[in-house]
């Protein structure tokens, strides 16, 4: 995962660093440091963020669009 993608993510989910972090029991650092790419999500949190609506197939895509339109947290 990128660290565009973390912050896409975050923002399209309308949450601070902070509030991310919040739901997914870390630290906003560790957003932070997700974010600058000095540190990428590890798998486990890959999936807490797909809990929160990230498209399991981001990947594949380019149009800059994670959400699953059915799923908003």
Do not use: N
């Not at 997914?24 to 440091?33: F, K, N, S, Y």
């Not at 997700?34 to 949190?45: F, M």
Request: proline share 5%.
């Amino acid at each position: 995962m990128s660290a565009q993608a973390v912050t896409l993510l975050r923002k399209q989910l309308s949450m601070t660093q902070r509030q991310l972090a919040e739901r997914l029991g870390i630290t906003r650092e560790t957003v932070a440091r997700w974010e600058i790419g000095s540190v990428k999500p590890p798998p486990y949190a890959i999936e807490l963020l797909e809990r929160l609506g990230l498209d399991a197939k981001w990947s594949r895509r380019t149009d800059g669009q994670f959400l699953d339109p059915i799923c908003h947290s």
